[in-house]
């Protein structure tokens, strides 16, 4: 998942920020479905920093947008509606996370958050979320 940004604005959370990210449920737990980050309830993980690039030319992504692909991707849980998430495989679920006070985090253009560290809260219970049927 990459982010789309029209700014490159890093903010800070003044306080903790509830968000959703998608993951998939395994044998031993929580993977995210990108980089296969290992996720245990509870826990925080921490990247180092945020990686981007400005795209110079391409078909579907207006130019001079920038893509952040190194960070921890969610989606803001005020501007995305759980039932609109969809997952598009029986082993994904929703994750609430949460961003914690004081760590550095972008906006996306579309309801989407990439930040420094996220805390693993609690899974969303299944009824609120829809399968997504996914051609290939």
């Known amino acids: 998942m990459c982010l789309h940004i029209l700014e490159n604005e890093v903010k800070t959370a003044s306080e903790d920020i509830l ?3 998608v ?3 395994t ?3 929580y993977m995210s479905p990108v980089y296969d980050a290992c996720w ?3 826990e925080i993980i921490t ?5 981007a690039g400005r795209l110079l030319f391409t078909n579907t992504i207006p130019l001079g947008v920038t893509v952040v692909a190194q960070g921890l991707h969610s989606y803001d849980s005020n501007k995305i509606d759980l039932h609109n998430i969809g997952i598009s495989h029986p082993s994904e679920v929703i994750a609430r996370m949460v961003i914690p006070k004081n ?3 972008i906006v996306g253009t ?3 958050l990439v930040s420094l560290s996220l805390r693993f809260d609690s899974i969303v219970e299944p009824h609120l979320t829809t399968l997504v049927s996914v051609v290939t």
């Open 19 to 21: 968000v959703y990210k």
């Open 23 to 25: 993951l998939h449920r």
């Open 27 to 29: 044998i031993d737990g």
């Open 40 to 42: 245990i309830l509870g």
């Open 47 to 51: 990247v180092a920093a945020f990686s």
């Open 103 to 105: 760590t550095k985090y």
């Open 110 to 112: 579309m309801g989407e």
